[in-house]
């Protein structure tokens, strides 16, 4: 009886760890999620695009503050989906900025200032908010110059992934605008 009552609780267990997503990000002493796809770099965009091009990846920056309720949807809901996961590890160098921080940033035009100043500097109001960007930025530009899409606010995961796929595909240079390729992958 014990046994059977012991493979019944581990069937049990390994059923819903099957079926749980990865694990939501942890907290840091800032107050924003940490996920292990985000890098720790000294913010300077032009090394950080360097080395994601070194990498075969693309760049993306992601703004967020402490006690954003929509972070936490993003980090809770739609990061951990295993898909997604996978294809942001698999095709991104994310670089984590707190909108009312501290840190330092070196933009592409060489100006450098910190994140809370560059975010007002780029105009971002809501958080989180994505920008990807180009393997090559001319020289003189500003981030969000520079940035093939931004996405600024939570989205759910059919909508989060097929940006990402966007811009991996570069759907930015053809004359098929996100909103339309969205509605055709949903479709498809």
Not at 102 to 125: I, S
Not at 150 to 175: C, H, I, N, Q, S
Request: glycine residues 6%; proline residues 5%.
């Amino acid at each position: 009886m014990r046994q059977m009552i012991t493979t019944v609780a581990a069937a049990a267990m390994a059923l819903m760890l099957a079926v749980m997503p990865a694990t939501a990000a942890d907290i840091g002493d800032d107050g924003l999620h940490k996920t292990t796809w985000m890098r720790d770099t000294f913010k300077d965009l032009r090394e950080d695009l360097a080395e994601a091009n070194a990498e075969g990846k693309r760049l993306a920056i992601i703004f967020e503050q402490r006690g954003c309720i929509y972070c936490k949807q993003m980090h809770e809901e739609v990061f951990p989906d295993s898909e997604i996961d996978s294809y942001i590890r698999e095709n991104y160098f994310v670089i984590q900025m707190n909108m009312f921080g501290d840190v330092e940033v070196t933009d592409f035009d060489g100006e450098t200032m910190p994140e809370k100043e560059m975010a007002r500097k780029w105009g971002l109001m809501f958080t989180p908010t994505l920008m990807f960007f180009p393997q090559e930025v001319p020289e003189g530009v500003t981030a969000p110059q520079a940035a093939v899409s931004v996405m600024p606010g939570a989205f759910k995961k059919g909508t989060t992934l097929a940006m990402l796929r966007w811009v991996v595909e570069k759907g930015y240079e053809g004359d098929e605008p996100f909103q339309k390729y969205l509605a055709r992958t949903l479709a498809e």
